[in-house]
């Protein structure tokens, strides 16, 4: 498959070509409790909305904690997965494409993190997730985005390959990232005793300053950018941020 060409590139692509293994190699990606905590310190005990919720790595713990918790995943394989870990039923899924519908709601907190924003990498889909979302917040509720601070530096290369091999496995991950667009496009080899198994990804990166214009656009206003979950103040430095909008109508 060409990587500059992954033909039927969707929204499910990413979910579906990971979902066997994002439970083995993502599970610790993030800050886990962090992100409970500070979910739940928004929530006021009311609906929370994880966008691409995947396999329920965060949305089951916040769930667990009795918290009303719904997802919504365009990945019909990552949701296959969260209903087999969730066997209380805690979380309310729905299949669907986050750029085009959300339930009804309304939710106290909204919540898309681990970068999962930018898998919105069709034209509009970022600017028509965030008009979605600034019609489903309670009037005074929260919509929190976790991501990495793209660089500006014009001195990244532009195609990258990075490699990992455990006992038995490589996986290679080809990146080209094309600098006018924003768009990164990947292709994760992995090779194993069995063969050789693609997966397929893209992501559309934004600056801390570009979300806050679009927010803006739909609505949603600024109101706390932080470094990680536990509100270690946002610098200049910084390479990820955690963002909390507000209806600007509150
Ligand atoms: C990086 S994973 C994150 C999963 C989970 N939030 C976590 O932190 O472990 C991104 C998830 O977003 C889903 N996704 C990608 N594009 C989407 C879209 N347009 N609408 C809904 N879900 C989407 C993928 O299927 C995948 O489950």
């Not at 990587?3 to 993502?26: E, K």
């Not at 601070?149 to 990146?175: F, K, W």
Request: proline share 5%.
């Amino acid at each position: 498959m060409a990587l500059s060409n992954t033909p039927n590139y969707q929204s499910s692509t990413y979910g579906d070509g990971f979902a066997d293994i994002y439970d083995d190699w993502y599970q610790d990606v993030t800050d886990i409790d962090g992100t409970v905590e500070f979910i739940m310190s928004l929530a006021q005990g009311k609906k929370i909305l994880e966008l691409g919720v995947g396999t329920g790595r965060l949305a089951l713990p916040i769930a667990s904690t009795g918290a009303p918790v719904s997802g919504v995943d365009s990945s019909f394989a990552m949701l296959d997965r969260l209903a087999r870990r969730d066997r209380s039923r805690l979380i309310k899924t729905h299949l669907a494409d986050m750029a085009h519908w959300l339930p009804t709601g309304p939710f106290q907190v909204i919540f898309c993190a681990y970068n999962t924003f930018f898998n919105l990498v069709g034209s509009n889909a970022q600017e028509s997730c965030l008009k979605l979302v600034g019609q489903r917040l309670e009037p005074n509720g929260r919509f929190i985005l976790e991501a990495f601070v793209p660089s500006n530096s014009p001195d990244l290369p532009t195609r990258g390959i990075e490699c990992r091999h455990t006992a038995n496995t490589t996986v290679m991950n080809i990146t080209i990232r094309e600098q006018t667009s924003r768009l990164i496009r990947g292709q994760s080899v992995e090779i194993n005793e069995e063969g050789i198994t693609l997966r397929p990804w893209r992501i559309r990166v934004r600056t801390p300053s570009e979300l806050d214009n679009s927010a803006g656009r739909h609505g949603l206003r600024l109101l706390e950018r932080w470094e990680d979950w536990h509100r270690t103040p946002f610098t200049n430095n910084s390479d990820r941020h955690v963002s909390v909008y507000a209806p600007i109508r509150a």
